[in-house]
């Protein structure tokens, strides 16, 4: 079982940035996909971005595409979530998690989220 642990959130004025990052326990990170994904007040969890083991792939959601980036450091069990030209629609509870399977199925494993609110 891995846990993991978001960090980084805040608040931002609109245009700023944000660094998110997920800290992951065990030794298995590396082989994990992994994902954020995003609650925003009162609506259901989204899709945001997620990227492969090796992090030779990822994909976004068309809303955060060009302005987001994630990225993964194996080194340090840490997932990334550079967050640029930020928009008050990125407000959210934002939330990592892994996959044993793809980018976009099987995510078994999650974290407790850490809040980002985006000021216009």
């Known amino acids: 079982q891995v846990q993991l642990v978001e960090s980084g959130g805040g608040l931002v004025q609109a245009g700023g940035s944000l660094r998110l990052s997920c800290a992951a326990s065990?030794?298995?990170?590396?082989?994990?996909?992994m994902g954020w994904f995003r609650q925003p007040p009162g609506k259901e969890r989204e899709f945001v971005a997620a990227?492969?083991?090796?992090?030779?792939?990822?994909d976004y959601s068309d809303s955060v595409k060009g302005r987001f980036t994630i990225s993964r450091d194996n080194t340090k069990n840490i997932l990334y979530l550079q967050m640029n030209s930020l928009k008050p629609e990125d407000t959210a509870v934002y939330s990592c998690?892994?996959?044993?399977?793809?980018?976009?199925?099987?995510?078994?494993?999650w974290g407790q989220g850490t809040q980002v609110t985006v000021s216009s």
């Open positions: 990227i492969t083991s090796s992090g030779g792939r990822r």
């Open positions: 998690a892994a996959s044993r399977t793809n980018l976009h199925f099987g995510y078994d494993y």
């Open positions: 065990g030794r298995t990170f590396s082989t994990y996909f």
